[in-house]
């Protein structure tokens, strides 16, 4: 069943840590993306990867990382420099970044700081 | 840049009547234009997308939407409303002459009563 799975879908963290929300997808897309949604706020754009081994930064990159070792895997990591990380995370993939494709959404995570 | 305005932030209609979600956007080229739908706590759903040709575009559960370039419009109809059609719904553009990731509205929540 071809898709993109995120996990978990309920995550929560301790005010310091470090987090890291899985993304994985069998749809053999080249480009995948990571959103965050806030209530009212639309979907922004976290970092966004074209390629293996490469990726850009979006709109509000400040305190996350990710990596893209893998065409299948673009993990996420919420770092302690993140200050209010509690939202909905979003990734989504499509077959090339530009072009009239459209993306593809997972589930989400919903992260909420305790 | 590249930007959409959904200038609703809710919409309500009665089940039976025709629903229009209305989107404008901004690009520097010709845009491509999309529609999702998100349901509670799930990922976003691909409803329609404009690429080229016919102005009209018809897309999934009855759903289609007119692009209107002197406008620079990109509206969501559907000819009669369902309770199920209620959910929020994001309008997204990616401009045809960058490699870029899509670019999302802040989302209209439908309400449709019965």
């Known amino acids: 069943d071809g898709g993109i799975t995120q996990s978990p879908k309920y995550l929560f963290r301790k005010e310091g840590q470090n987090v890291t929300l899985s993304c994985e997808q069998n749809l053999n897309h080249d480009a995948m993306y990571w959103y965050r949604q806030d209530p009212g706020q639309g979907l922004r754009l976290i970092y966004y990867s074209q390629i293996v081994n490469d990726f850009q930064k979006g709109d509000i990159a400040e305190g996350y990382s990710v990596s893209r070792e893998k065409k299948e895997s673009f993990p996420l990591t919420v770092t302690s420099a993140q200050k209010n990380p509690t939202a909905f995370y979003l990734c989504a993939s499509s077959i090339v970044a530009g072009a009239g494709t459209e993306a593809f959404f997972g589930q989400g995570t919903r992260l909420t700081v305790v | ?114």
């Open chain 2, 1 to 114: 840049a590249q930007s959409v305005a959904q200038p609703e932030d809710q919409v309500n209609v009665a089940e039976g009547n025709p629903l229009t979600v209305k989107c404008t956007y901004s690009v520097s080229g010709n845009p491509y234009l999309f529609w999702y739908v998100q349901y509670p706590n799930r990922g976003l759903q691909f409803l329609l997308k404009y690429i080229t040709g016919d102005n009209l575009v018809k897309g999934s559960y009855g759903f289609e939407a007119e692009f209107n370039k002197s406008q620079t419009s990109f509206h969501l109809k559907k000819p009669s409303a369902l309770v199920s059609d209620s959910a929020l719904y994001f309008c997204a553009v990616r401009d045809i002459s960058g490699n870029t990731p899509l670019v999302f509205g802040k989302g209209t929540r439908l309400s449709v009563i019965a």
